[in-house]
């Protein structure tokens, strides 16, 4: 199992331009989450999905586009980047039904915004 | 909302114990979780405890939970350089969905 893959590992942007942070799990995990780890402030929910065709906001929506259009893929759209949005992006995945519900996270986006 | 915080560094010497600490303010948290963030990588697991529990040990790691302070400690016993990482605390209270991490605490470990 290759677990949570992203891409790119590090991306460099203009303000106002768009791109899409990649997301896989190949663990059929029905529960997907999208992080922003900033200095001093941990790990923040940006949107999550609880399986294919459902998605919902978390703690920092604004300015971000999901979509879970099958259960393995959960892209992150930056609409038009600001520099409030450089950080290192974090996905994860866990299954909707375990007890414990341990979260598996990809090595993470670096995204710096100029 | 629920707030989960900690402080942001910690330093000891190899071979010495390793006190993470972590409050929260959700009374209603369910489980509570410390994930290892190992540099340039993502979370990892490494223990949680249930909110009906007190106290948890696996191998060198101890987790003491004191619900009424709303208190969390994580214990690393002969603490190695290879633990040095950034250790989140977590809590989930009701849905799966609703896990809130702490702001993280960096651990250097000198050797």
Redesign the interface.
Known sequence: NAGVTQTPKFQVLKTGQSMTLQCAQDMNHEYMSWYRQDPGMGLRLIHYSVGAGITDQGEVPNGYNVSRSTTEDFPLRLLSAAPSQTSVYFCASSYADRVINEQFFGPGTRLTVL | GED?E?S?FLSVREGDSSVINCTYTDSSST?LYWYKQEP??????LT?IFSNMDMKQDQRLTVLLNKKDKHLSLRIADTQTGDSAIY?CAE?AGG??K?T????TKLQVIP
């Open positions: 989960v900690q942001l489980y340039g990588a993502g979370l990892q697991l949680y989140f989930r799966y969905q896990v991490f702490g702001t993280g």
